[in-house]
């Protein structure tokens, strides 16, 4: 059982001296089918019907505890009326990068209406969140010649694509350096001992996405401004959530001392595509030099039509960021009067800790037979652990029924 659960995610995994041309590695890799054929294959799900409280697949009902729109907006008639009416006045793609052809009055209205809500100067509207990503850190730290060398400090928890825009910047590895989860001190540490003529950025998330930890902003803060550090907050699952949907820098006060924030549409927000805000220099200055941003088709009307009316949406109805934390705590609270350990949750993504990647699988399965739908989450992109993630839109009736699926499962104590 264990060789058959060795899975890891975006890396190769052959150990030292175990070559591998680029085929053979492809056709080596079998642990999906290896998977599948056990009943445990938990990725890739495709589903027949999307975005609500409940999914349905191969026919049948499936209570969705594993979706990232936390207000629930993505299936909104009025939201899916704008999408469908940006569609018929501008066709399906802007077909072209912004810097040339791909721009539109849309996408600008968009960014203003980003940067007045999220309290930023401006903003700079991107394909995906990953690409933001990328955009942001991967042109912020690129080095012209007598450039200081530039290290990025990260949050051992921050996402992927952050660390893939270091990559991106040519600074490599050498200028990655990593900070505990969550630990301002050990922050302080790292920045003391960064040489005197290099230029930092911090880069940390909001709240994070395998714990649902909300970041300690007010002490990172504190300890960027000692080093007159840059600031860079990933917020896309903070954003929609915290302070009425204003994000975690809000929540805390403290929009102004982030220099730059970062928000996926494809969370809470509930579109597609992502986007950088700041100060006017900033925005300017990666409009014209990132490198997702000049040599990419710039985001799809429906999408941005479909982010335009959520943030109008969100304006209004304050209801559903609270509604969602409100469910939250009571699906941990509830979780944790039956023996589960939730971790350091404080937000709608509530992990539920398992003992090992054997029982990730095979209690998603079984909570798959009782009709919830959980996300797998093994070693090494987390401990394992099922993830849950919950929706303004989820009614009590779905919480007690998820509730008595995962006692159901719930392993001898
Ligand atoms: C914190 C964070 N940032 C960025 C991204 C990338 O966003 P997108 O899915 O829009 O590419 C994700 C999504 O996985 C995320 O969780």
């Not at 209570?63 to 990232?68: A, E, F, I």
């Not at 968009?110 to 990328?134: R, W």
């Not at 991967?138 to 921050?158: C, E, F, W």
Request: charged residues 20%; proline residues 4%.
């Amino acid at each position: 059982m264990t060789s058959v659960l060795r899975f890891h995610f975006g890396y190769d995994y052959n150990f030292p001296g175990e070559y591998m041309s680029l085929l053979d590695k492809c056709a080596s890799f079998t642990r999906h089918a290896e998977l599948k054929n056990l009943g445990l294959y938990a990725y890739y799900t495709a589903f027949e019907a999307h975005g609500g409280p409940t999914v349905q697949l191969d026919g049948a009902e499936y209570l969705m505890c594993g979706s990232n729109s936390y207000l629930g907006l993505s299936v909104d008639p009025r939201v899916r009326l704008a999408a469908r009416t940006a569609i018929d006045d501008y066709g399906t793609s802007f077909t072209g990068s912004r810097l040339l052809n791909g721009s539109s009055k849309l996408i600008e209205e968009l960014e203003s209406e980003l940067a007045d809500f999220f309290g930023k100067p401006a903003a700079l509207v991107v394909g995906t969140g990953y690409q933001t990503n990328l955009a942001a850190v991967g042109t912020l730290l690129q080095r012209g010649v007598g450039d200081p060398k530039r290290i990025a400090l990260v949050d051992q928890q921050a996402h992927a694509s952050l660390i893939d825009g270091i990559r991106l910047s040519r600074s490599a590895d050498a200028a990655l350096r990593w900070f505990r989860h969550n630990d301002a001190e050990d922050l302080d540490r790292k920045l003391a001992s960064c040489p005197a003529d290099s230029e930092t950025l911090v880069i940390v998330d909001g709240v994070y996405s395998m714990e649902g930890d909300i970041c300690v902003l007010p002490d990172i803060v504190e300890v960027c401004k000692r080093y007159d550090t840059t600031l860079l907050v990933d917020d896309s699952h903070g954003a929609a959530v915290l302070a009425d949907g204003r994000g975690t820098p809000a929540h805390f006060g403290l929009t102004d001392d982030v220099d730059l924030m970062t928000i996926s549409f494809g969370k809470g927000i509930g579109s597609s595509g992502g986007v950088i805000l700041g100060s006017d220099s900033l925005i300017q200055y990666l409009r014209h030099h990132a490198r997702g941003v000049i040599f990419s088709s710039g985001l799809g009307p429906a999408d941005a039509a479909a982010a335009l009316e959520i943030v109008r949406i969100m304006r209004e109805e304050t209801w559903r960021p609270k509604r969602v934390l409100e469910t939250a705590d009571g699906i941990r609270r509830a979780l944790s009067a039956i023996g589960y350990d939730t971790g350091v949750s404080s937000s709608p993504i509530v992990p539920v800790m398992m003992p090992g990647d054997a029982e990730v699988f095979t209690t998603w399965r079984r909570l798959m037979d009782l009709g919830v739908y959980t996300n797998a989450v093994i070693s090494p992109a987390a401990s394992p652990r099922l993830r849950t993630s919950w929706m303004a839109t989820h009614e009590d009736e779905h919480v007690a029924r998820a509730v008595a699926a995962f006692e159901a499962v719930r392993p001898c104590r």
